[in-house]
């Protein structure tokens, strides 16, 4: 129980003081956003590329456990996007987001600090596999929204096919890790002096990805939308965790200690790029905000209380 403390609780700390810098304007919201851009371009790329690039992803053998993460992904992703469908009259573009929301985990910003003060170095290796998983998603997703603003119009479809693949070319946490992957899958030594650098300002990233988060949330506006935004909280902290749980253990049989990183991930409340599409696509803006202030609210009890039901190995 302690140990479960001590890994949890000064993550949520961390989140709470971003929060109240930013509630309080001591954290000026233009500030916010230049924090955001060296937690996404600075700081976290060298680390995931370091840890990737030192890592054989070849020689890890757990790519049923990815296949079946995205499964289940997939799963909750069609089961919130149809629901919403239903229950709310959402247009294909509203349930290609509320579907995003209720699957997609805030895992470069809480997952990967989480699973690091659990298991260790250890506990990032299922963490970045499963980021891989975010190239594929993050194209669905973008694919889906421009078809849909697309329409009728000529060259919809390819249009479409090019915007998913310049957002992912302009990720850099995607492509930091997709090249680190290739670094390591060609063997190359990383050179010292670059291993300690990226290593250096690396260490900087999970503390200020977590007081970024908060910070970002303080400036969210949450008002309207509250049925589409409590479906998101309920899929994406309580049935994400509990099809991945199943799907994992009883569908492909992965190993305890990769299907319980992934529920942990899975547990993870709605990720940022969530509110991002939203707002660049202008579809869904205030549900995502109010899914992902209150998830992250909320997943302090959540994922402490999933942790205390369901033991981490080895903590």
């Known amino acids: 129980m302690d140990a479960i403390l001590n890994a949890v609780v000064p993550l949520f700390a961390v989140i709470f003081a971003g929060f109240i810098a930013g509630k309080t304007r001591v954290l000026a919201e233009e500030w916010v956003r230049g924090l955001n851009v060296f937690v996404f371009t600075f700081a976290m790329p060298p680390m995931l590329f370091r840890l990737m690039a030192t890592t054989d992803v070849t020689a890890i053998g757990e790519w049923s456990f990815v296949a079946g993460f995205f499964y289940s992904e997939v799963l909750v992703f069609t089961a919130g996007a149809v629901l919403g469908g239903l229950l709310f009259r959402q247009r294909f573009a509203e349930m290609t987001m509320q579907g995003f929301g209720s699957c997609f985990s805030n895992g470069v910003l809480l997952a990967l600090p989480l699973l690091i003060g659990l298991f260790g170095e250890k506990g990032a290796t299922p963490a970045v596999l499963l980021f891989t998983l975010d190239v594929l998603l993050f194209s669905i997703v973008t694919m889906m929204l421009e078809i849909a603003r697309s329409g009728d119009r000529p060259g919809g479809g390819w249009r479409a096919v090019r915007q998913s693949l310049r957002a992912m ?25 670059v291993d300690k650098s990226f290593g250096f300002i690396g260490q900087a990233g999970p503390p200020s990805a977590l007081f ?55 547990a993870c409340p709605v990720g940022a790029n969530v509110y991002v599409f939203a707002q660049h696509y202008g579809i869904s803006v205030t549900a995502a905000s109010a899914g992902i202030l209150a998830a992250t609210g909320l997943s302090l009890l959540t994922v402490t209380g999933l942790l205390i039901l369901y033991p981490p190995i080895g903590v």
Do not use: C, E
């Open 169 to 193: 070319l302009k990720n850099p946490i995607l492509m930091s890790t997709l090249l680190g992957i290739l670094w390591g899958i060609a063997g190359l030594p990383l050179p010292d002096l």
């Open 212 to 266: 970024a988060l908060g910070a970002t949330l303080a400036y969210r506006r949450v008002a309207g939308s509250v049925g589409p935004a409590a479906m998101m909280v309920i899929f994406k902290l309580f049935i994400h965790p509990a099809v991945t749980f199943v799907i994992l253990a009883y569908v492909v049989g992965a190993d305890p200690f990769w299907v319980q990183a992934a529920v942990i991930f899975a």
